[in-house]
């Protein structure tokens, strides 16, 4: 978990504050933050493809798990369906998220390029627009007029207003391409990792109990699926207003519904076609 003084859990003091409705530890907070190097950096970093990475992984592993014992299969096939599929789609998963951030960026920022040459080329009309799109915000035309004319005299930062009022675009840092890469080895890992965790149970628990039966095996994966959805369910209310009880809640009753349906799934699989699906 991130300690004390990382921008996730500034965030999260922030949350509480205005939950709570404490002005005092909202200052106390603002006043930490202006006094921290480390205040420009987005809340949570890396930690959202994790978890979010990481809840899709165990979800997918745990309804092969489950769709494999409502067919009563054996426990190595419930492997080999498990780990094949497992980082098939970590790198599935991997890629995609690398190319679909990659490509949204170079989008962004040919958006930007756009703006900057319109700007260079008709910038009256460019600054009526932001005047009025300020105006709409509530703010005087007279203090629109004026705002919007002092940001203007610096370019760069104008053209990025401009993106966030305009088109309500974030514009992403000169290396890009470099995080787009880091967010989807982050997510393969995450994948991967977390959705191993079922599979587990049909590895470590043989060795220390040779005579545990199929059933005991996919209660087991059950246990350990449960913790660690309540778990992750838990922290991601970092990311929203939710309580983390009733977040770990949620995705545990979630998670719970994907495998009931795998499971009955395999069972109705297992009646239609009886032993013929039995594979080992």
């Known amino acids: 978990m991130p300690s004390e003084d990382t921008p996730l859990v500034a965030g999260s003091a922030a949350r509480d504050a205005f939950q709570s409705a404490d002005a005092k530890k909202s200052r106390q907070y603002h006043d930490a933050k202006s006094a921290s190097e480390d205040g420009h950096q987005t809340e949570g970093g890396m930690l959202k493809p994790i978890i979010f990475g990481g809840l899709d992984g165990i979800l997918t592993s745990f309804a092969i798990v489950a769709g494999a014992a409502g067919g009563e299969l054996s426990p190595q096939v419930v492997l080999i369906l498990g780990v094949s599929n497992i980082f098939a789609d970590a790198l599935s998963m991997g890629v995609g998220e690398f190319l679909s951030s990659k490509a949204n960026n170079e989008w962004i920022l040919s958006e930007r390029a756009r703006e900057e040459w319109e700007l260079e080329n008709y910038p009256e009309g460019e600054i009526k627009e932001m005047v009025e799109i300020f105006e709409d915000k509530g703010m005087s035309h007279e203090d629109a007029v004026s705002c919007i004319n002092t940001m203007a005299k610096y370019k760069d930062f104008f053209v990025d207003i401009m993106m966030q009022q305009e088109l309500e675009l974030q514009v992403p840092d000169k290396d890009h391409i470099r995080e787009s890469m880091k967010e989807g080895v982050v997510m393969f890992c995450s994948f991967a990792f977390f959705g191993a965790l079922p599979l587990l149970g049909y590895v470590l628990f043989p060795l220390e109990f040779h005579d545990m039966s199929e ?50 799934i395999g069972q109705l699989v297992k009646s239609v076609y009886g032993d013929d699906a039995d594979l080992v």
């Open 215 to 264: 059933g005991e095996l996919f209660v087991s994966a059950c246990i350990v699926t449960g913790m660690v959805l309540f778990f992750m369910g838990s922290v991601k209310s970092f990311f929203s207003n939710q309580q983390w009880f009733i977040a770990g809640m949620e995705t545990l009753l979630l998670g719970g519904a994907c495998a009931t349906v795998a499971f009955t």
